[in-house]
C-alpha cells in the first residue's frame, strides 16, 4: 500500500507541477562532449534555475538509459531511476547519467572504475555547475552505478559536495571488484552508504556495506525491509530489498536528510506492507 500511494503521489505531483509551470521545458535532454569523440547524455529535470541541491544519479546493471526527450526508455525499474523525480519535489534538480557514447548499450565495471568513466562524470559536473553555479552537487549511485560514483570518490574527491552509495557492490565477485575496495577518507569528505539488512544479492549484502561505511569512516543508514524478497532470480533487481521496495519513501527522506545535515541514522525501521 505504501508503495502504491508513494506512487501516486509523484504522479499527482507530476501532473500539478506541469500545471503550475510557466512556459518552457522542465527536463532537458543534454548531450556533453567527455572525451575525444565522445559524448556524455544526461537528462535534466528541476522546477527553479537555483536548486540547494543537483542530485546526479547513476543506475545499476550496465547503466544504458538510452535518454530519450522524456526521459529513460530502459531501467526504468531501478531504484534510482524509478524515484528520480522525488528530488524534484524536494525543489531540487534531479540529473540521470547515461552511458558514454562510445559505450551506447552499457558499460562493466571495469570501464565504471576507470579513467576514462572519471572523465566522463567530470564533464557531466562541469556542465551542471555552469549551469547552476550556486548548487551543491551530489552524486548518487546505487548498486552497479556506485562503481561509477566510488570510481569519483577515489580519484577526484573534490568533484563533488557529496557522495551517496546505496545498496553499494561491496564484495567482489567474478572478476568484477565493484567498491570492494574502495579507500577514501571519510572524515575528510561527505559520504553516506545506505543498505538493507535483507539485501540478497551476493555481490551487496548488508555485511559488505556495513563494512565498507566502517573502514572508511563513511555515514551508514541501515533499512529493514523484506518486501519483495523470497526470488533468486530478481535478488539483485529494482524490485527487492536490494532495490528497496515498498520503502522507497522512507530511505529517500533518509538521505535528503543526510544531505541537509541531519544525522545519519544508523537504522531506519519499515513497516511491511499487507
Known amino acids: 500500500m505504501k508503495r502504491v500511494l508513494?506512487?501516486?503521489a509523484i504522479a499527482l505531483l507530476a501532473a500539478s507541477s506541469r500545471a503550475s509551470e510557466p512556459a518552457g521545458p522542465a527536463a532537458e535532454l543534454v548531450s556533453s562532449p567527455s572525451r575525444d569523440g565522445v559524448t556524455q547524455g544526461i537528462y535534466v529535470?528541476?522546477?527553479t534555475g537555483s536548486p540547494p541541491w543537483v542530485i546526479v544519479l547513476f543506475g545499476g546493471n550496465e547503466g544504458?538509459?538510452?535518454l530519450s526527450a522524456d526521459g529513460a526508455t530502459t531501467l526504468k525499474g531501478n531504484f534510482l531511476i524509478?524515484?528520480?523525480r522525488y528530488w524534484v519535489m524536494q525543489g531540487d534538480a534531479a540529473v540521470l547519467v547515461d552511458t558514454p557514447s562510445d559505450y551506447a548499450n552499457g558499460i562493466d565495471d571495469s570501464f565504471r572504475l576507470g579513467k576514462d568513466s572519471l572523465r566522463d562524470t567530470e564533464a557531466v559536473v562541469k556542465a551542471l555547475r555552469q549551469r547552476f553555479p550556486s548548487s551543491k552537487v551530489a552524486l548518487v549511485g546505487t548498486s552497479r552505478g556506485t562503481s561509477s560514483v566510488g570510481?569519483?570518490?577515489?580519484?577526484?574527491p573534490s568533484l563533488a559536495d557529496a557522495?551517496?552509495?546505496t545498496s553499494p557492490v561491496s564484495i567482489a565477485q567474478r572478476g568484477n571488484a565493484g567498491v570492494s575496495g574502495l579507500d577514501a577518507d571519510g572524515t575528510k569528505i561527505r559520504v553516506l552508504v545506505v543498505s538493507n539488512q535483507h539485501d540478497a544479492c551476493p555481490v551487496a549484502l548488508f555485511y559488505g556495506a556495513k563494512g565498507l561505511a566502517e573502514r572508511n569512516h563513511f555515514d551508514f543508514i541501515s533499512v529493514d525491509s523484506t518486501e519483495g524478497g523470497g526470488n533468486r532470480a530478481a535478488d539483485c533487481g529494482g524490485h527487492?530489498?536490494?532495490?528497496?521496495l515498498g520503502i522507497e519513501a522512507q530511505v529517500l527522506d533518509a538521505i535528503n536528510?543526510?544531505?541537509?545535515?541531519?544525522p545519519a541514522a544508523t537504522q531506519t525501521q519499515t513497516q511491511q506492507t499487507q
Open 6 to 8: 508513494f506512487a501516486i
Open 45 to 47: 529535470e528541476t522546477g
Open 64 to 66: 544504458a538509459l538510452h
Open 82 to 84: 524509478r524515484t528520480a
Open 151 to 156: 570510481n569519483a570518490i577515489e580519484r577526484d
Open 163 to 165: 557522495f551517496v552509495l
Open 240 to 244: 527487492s530489498p536490494h532495490g528497496f
Open 257 to 262: 536528510g543526510w544531505l541537509n545535515g541531519q
